[in-house]
Nanobody, 126 residues
């Protein structure tokens, strides 16, 4: 079992930044993929970014490339999502999730991820 807890969400003005954290417990993330997803009201949950913990290879949704940056801290078993140049359309609940399957390229489908955190709200005002 892997337990995940997100933190760092909040209210920010357009153009601002937030750093989300995803802290894992129960197992180390050594070989797993950690993904970030978001869900806006009335919308489906969508892939945002993912990092393969063993390689630090990162993958991003097209519209966050260059604005969002993933990183990890092995000692803390934590993944971070630095979000810059935030826009109102980035407003959503952000979730981190773990996929135990070893893939060359992380899946972008929520159904492929076995463990999820409760989410953290990000609100960007215009």
């Amino acid at each position: 079992q892997v337990q995940l807890v997100e933190s760092g969400g909040g209210l920010v003005q357009a153009g601002g930044s937030l750093r989300l954290s995803c802290a894992a417990s129960g197992r180390t993330l050594n070989t797993y993929t950690v993904g970030w997803f978001r869900q806006a009201p009335g919308q489906e949950r969508e892939f945002v970014a993912a990092i393969k913990f063993s390689t630090t290879n990162t993958y991003y949704k097209d519209d966050v490339k260059g604005r969002f940056i993933l990183s990890r801290d092995n000692a803390k078993n934590t993944v971070y999502l630095q979000m810059n140049s935030l826009q109102p359309e980035d407003t959503a609940v952000y979730y981190c999730a773990v996929d135990q399957t070893i893939l060359i390229v992380p899946s972008t489908r929520p159904s492929e991820y076995e463990y999820w955190g409760p989410g953290t709200q990000v609100t960007v005002s215009s």
